[in-house]
């Protein structure tokens, strides 16, 4: 069930009474979204907020992340399921400080759960902030949680044509990573068709294709990420 308007997957009509219920929860999730974004700013804290469908490999993708790096920055992690703290037990073994947050029926993290993360895990300055949102191309597109990226990670096992049926997803990010790709091989899935229909939603998307599981890719992934931590600040 979705919190924000209460779909629970049965066809219904949004009246103007439940859009405007909708339109304040999102104002209020904005208004918290920043001070958040006021929080990472002071602390210089790269806040990155990633997102995708179950099973794109975000966990994964992260956990190579962490290790390669490790000793280069300094990393911290929101883990976001409904249930369970499995992904959370898995980033805590590569030795980064990492805080869960189950979202229960909810399907999409919002600011005042991070903020009130925040508070127990007390992120050191100058570092980067990776939040794994729960695994859903659609409510997360709505929820500013005051990150200064947003990363959509698609797999090649997905449809080459997810960003034209999750488009606010795609229009909302500033950089897709296509996962997965040693499988391209043994599934029926276009690098050039998934690349063209993600520039259509969003021309300025930078996309980097990775494996996780032979590394192509992942230096890329990498420099990404360092260019934004040492990139200056522009007014």
């Not at 009474?17 to 790269?46: M, P, S, T, W």
């Not at 805590?92 to 399907?107: E, S």
């Not at 050191?124 to 990776?130: A, V, Y």
């Not at 969003?202 to 990404?224: A, F, M, P």
């Amino acid at each position: 069930m979705c919190a924000t308007c209460g779909c629970d997957g049965q066809e219904h009509v949004h009246g103007k009474r439940i859009v405007d219920v909708e339109q304040d929860i999102l104002h209020q999730n904005n208004l918290l979204a920043e001070r958040n974004r006021g929080y990472f700013e002071a602390k210089n804290i790269l806040a990155l907020n990633l997102v995708s469908s179950p099973g794109s490999g975000k966990t994964t993708l992260l956990e190579r992340t962490l290790t390669d790096l490790k000793g280069q920055l300094d990393f911290c992690v929101i883990e976001g399921d409904q249930q369970t703290t499995n992904d959370a037990d898995r980033i805590h073994a590569t030795g980064t400080k990492v805080t869960q947050i189950n979202t229960g029926k909810g399907c999409h993290l919002d600011s005042q759960m991070i903020a009130h993360a925040l508070q127990g895990l007390k992120p050191k300055g100058d570092s980067i902030m990776f939040i794994e949102n729960v695994g859903n191309l659609v409510c997360p597109a709505m929820f500013d949680l005051g990150e200064k990226e947003r990363v959509v990670i698609i797999s090649v096992t997905e449809g080459d044509d997810k960003p034209l049926k999750y488009p606010d997803m795609f229009f909302s990010s500033t950089l897709c990573i296509v996962n997965k790709t040693d499988l391209l091989p043994y599934v029926p899935f276009s690098i050039e068709k998934v690349k063209e229909n993600a520039l259509k939603i969003n021309k300025d998307l930078h996309i980097i294709e990775v494996s996780c599981t032979n590394g192509d890719g992942l230096q890329e992934w990498y420099s990404w990420l360092k260019s934004k931590v040492l990139a200056p600040e522009t007014v």
